[in-house]
């Protein structure tokens, strides 16, 4: 966990947009958005360091996107 100013703004940031997903997902009972949601939420405290933290959220909203888009 990065306890810089810049660690801390940026997983707060992809926490709560995993949440909002979480609880979207979680109401319209689709896996995809939990999984996603999850994802983002947790991956913060095991990550140190503001770039890579955005480089994987980007990369899990990529996942997130294909699998959309494939009628998951």
């Known amino acids: ?17 995993g949440y909002v997903l979480f609880h979207y997902g979680r109401k319209s009972a689709r896996m995809p958005q939990i ?6 939420m947790l991956f913060p405290m095991f ?12 990369l899990v909203l990529a996942l997130f996107w294909a ?3 494939a009628g998951m």
Do not use: C, F
């Open 67 to 69: 699998s959309l888009r």
């Open 35 to 40: 999984v996603s949601g999850l994802t983002l």
């Open 1 to 17: 966990m990065d306890l810089s100013l810049s660690g801390l703004l940026t997983s707060a940031l992809i926490g709560g947009d």
């Open 47 to 58: 990550v140190t360091g503001a770039v890579w933290m955005v480089a994987i959220a980007a």
